[in-house]
Nanobody
Framework: QVQLVESGGGLVQAGDSLSLSCAAS????????MAWFRQVTGKEREFVAG????????RYADSVKGRFTISRDNAKNTVYLQMSSLKPEDTAVYHC?????????????????????WGQGTQVTVSS
């Protein structure tokens, strides 16, 4: 079982930057593909960014390309999401997730259904 704990959310203004962190428990963190999803109340949870276990492969939603950067530090069992040029439409609860079979996939997967473990989420609010 893997536990994921997000931190770093908050209230910022449009155009600002914010960095999220997700700390994971367990010894097999480096084998998991990790991802960030976000959800607005009343809407489906959507993929934001993902990174392979070794950090060499990443994937981003079109809406955040060029503004968000996902990274990981396997020595610290932590994945990060650096967000810049934030927009009001980025407002959501951000969740990190782990895909324990990701190392067997040809690419980082974006489907919510393949992720096995989820954090509770951290709120990001961007004011205009």
């Amino acid at each position: 079982q893997v536990q994921l704990v997000e931190s770093g959310g908050g209230l910022v203004q449009a155009g600002d930057s914010l960095s999220l962190s997700c700390a994971a428990s367990g010894r097999t963190f480096s084998t998991y593909t990790m991802a960030w999803f976000r959800q607005v109340t009343g809407k489906e949870r959507e993929f934001v960014a993902g990174i392979s276990g070794n950090g060499r492969s990443t994937r981003y939603a079109d809406s955040v390309k060029g503004r968000f950067t996902i990274s990981r530090d396997n020595a610290k069992n932590t994945v990060y999401l650096q967000m810049s040029s934030l927009k009001p439409e980025d407002t959501a609860v951000y969740h990190c997730a782990a895909d324990k079979r990701g190392e067997f996939a040809p690419a980082v997967r974006s489907s919510i259904n393949v992720y096995d473990y989820w954090g509770q989420g951290t709120q990001v609010t961007v004011s205009s």
